[in-house]
């Protein structure tokens, strides 16, 4: 049988065989991605130019909205382009990229929310060392950590992935080159040492959920101790923005990965999919923004100064 992975490439499935449809699911994908763009290119920015926002909260959250802009621009520019030319074929390589950049913007953000769990952590619960902890050194060595977790997991995924042989038809019932998917086109039980790859990094997945688990049941106890109602209520709102950010990612992506592949994916298959590819790069500014005074004037000051520069 054919080996495809000597061949031109995939090819990946429209949501609709209605031109109409898919030109609609298109324009909605197009508006959740410049929302997406919008939120997080604000919040860099903000993060970027702000005084008050100079610490490693900020910091930290400056490249959670990097990570975020690259996740969306992974899949869902290239799936808008497939929709408005009705064409779904993709080739070897840019499925290789694909897949790769994917698996590294989806094992980093995972970091680095746990890492960002921990600076919560200190900040909460070792208020006296937090800045001796959480220093200049502390914060870069977190973000690299972040990204060098990321490349690992995206050199060994993709590695194991494109390393097995493709049979039969070529083409990949998603909108991107979905590992879960590619595995169905293998020849016979090529693909064991990705089910090993994908088993370990499930591993350290679940080391990081755990970890963030015992940094906010640690940080909840303390909050609940402090006296004052107006401390429980600041320190609750640097919090729940983050654990929304944590159940809005760990739940989609468990609906994914717990959705097994399908050679006719229904409607839902591919809602459950946007889900978690799409919603939490699009809906984390908006948590953070709306839930974090800090966040609030520091937005309003940059739309007030972007907005005074274009009126000049």
């Not at 914060?139 to 997991?153: M, N, R």
Request: hydrophobic residues 45%.
């Amino acid at each position: 049988m054919a080996n495809f992975t000597t061949m031109s490439g995939f090819f990946l499935m429209s949501f609709s065989s209605n031109p109409e449809i898919e030109i609609l699911n298109a324009s909605l994908f197009l508006v959740l991605y410049l929302g997406a763009l919008t939120g997080n290119i604000l919040i860099i920015t903000a993060t970027s130019v702000d005084n008050s926002l100079y610490s490693p909260m900020y910091f930290f959250l400056k490249h959670l909205s990097f990570l975020d802009l690259c996740y969306i621009s992974v899949t869902v520019p290239r799936s808008i382009c497939n929709s408005f030319m009705h064409s779904g074929n993709i080739s070897l390589w840019e499925c290789i990229l694909q897949c790769f950049a994917f698996t590294v913007c989806g094992s980093s953000e995972m970091a680095m929310l746990t890492v960002m769990s921990y600076d919560r952590y200190v900040a909460i619960c070792l208020p006296l060392r937090y800045e001796t902890i959480m220093d200049v050194s502390t914060c870069v060595h977190g973000v690299l950590a972040v990204w060098i977790s990321g490349v690992i997991s995206g050199v060994m995924h993709t590695a194991a992935t494109f390393s097995i042989h493709f049979c039969g038809e070529n083409i990949i019932h998603q909108f991107f080159c979905n590992v879960p998917q590619l595995l169905k086109l293998s020849c016979s039980n090529d693909y064991v040492s990705e089910l090993g790859v994908t088993g370990f990094l499930s591993l350290v997945a679940f080391l990081c959920f755990i970890s963030i688990g015992l940094s906010y049941t640690h940080m909840f106890s303390t909050v609940l101790r402090i006296p004052s109602a107006k401390g429980r209520a600041k320190a609750f709102s640097t919090c729940l923005p983050h654990l929304g950010v944590i159940i809005l990612f760990i739940s989609t992506g468990a609906l994914e990965f717990l959705n097994p592949p399908s050679n006719s994916p229904t409607e839902l298959d591919f809602f459950l999919t946007v889900f978690f590819t799409v919603v939490p790069s699009t809906l984390n500014p908006v948590i953070y923004s709306l839930r974090n005074k800090a966040m609030k004037v520091a937005l309003r000051k940059v739309l007030k100064e972007r907005t005074s520069y274009l009126f000049c």
